[in-house]
């Protein structure tokens, strides 16, 4: 073989090298996709949902690593705007969508708010993600219809787009667990929270 073609066979067998662990790493990355219930608001970042999700998936050395591009006050609509940029940047396996609370508390229209989750999970799938969706409800001076109408887009757009949906993120979460603003949850709480969330989860870690 000649020099220069030991030398090519070299470099091509150096880049799969280094390609390699690269992909496979950036293959079991998890994307949480969320709003300040995700970010952590009014938490040290450790005591986040978020941040026990890593540890517990450690723990269970399941080979996931969580990467949280979540924001405080994001919408779906804001969401839709990131969504490709962070596919790009973070190479997920899986996404997991916590947005829609800033669009009801803002009296969003419904299908604005079922358009924009469609866009963010149609995008993750397109880019070969799993997606869990997790559900959000709105406090009770909103009104029923519009309360109702909410808590449907969630089982609704999972549905269409045949993904694992968690119907209510703070389920299980006492009235008297919230920080003074009433709609963010305490430290004790993440915990459970993240149990949450691991029910659903479960079932895409393979």
Known sequence: MSGVGTT?????????ALALPFNAHAAKNILVFGDSLSAGY??????????????????TQSGFSVVNASIS???????????AKALKQHHPSIVIVELGA???????????IEANLGYIIDQSQRFGAKVLLVGM???PNYGEP?????????????KKHHILVLPFLLEGVAADQFQA?????VAATQQHIMLNVMQELKHLLH
């Open 8 to 16: 090519t066979l070299k470099l091509a067998l150096l880049f799969v």
């Open 42 to 59: 009014g938490l040290a970042i450790e005591k986040s949902w978020v941040n026990l999700l890593q540890q517990e998936l450690q723990r």
């Open 73 to 83: 006050g994001e919408t779906t609509t804001g969401g839709r705007q990131r969504i």
């Open 102 to 112: 800033n669009d009801g508390l803002r009296g969003a229209p419904i299908k604005d």
């Open 137 to 139: 409800k709105l406090p």
């Open 146 to 158: 519009y309360i109702t109408e909410f808590a449907n887009v969630y089982p609704r757009v999972a």
């Open 181 to 185: 603003d009433n709609l963010h949850p």
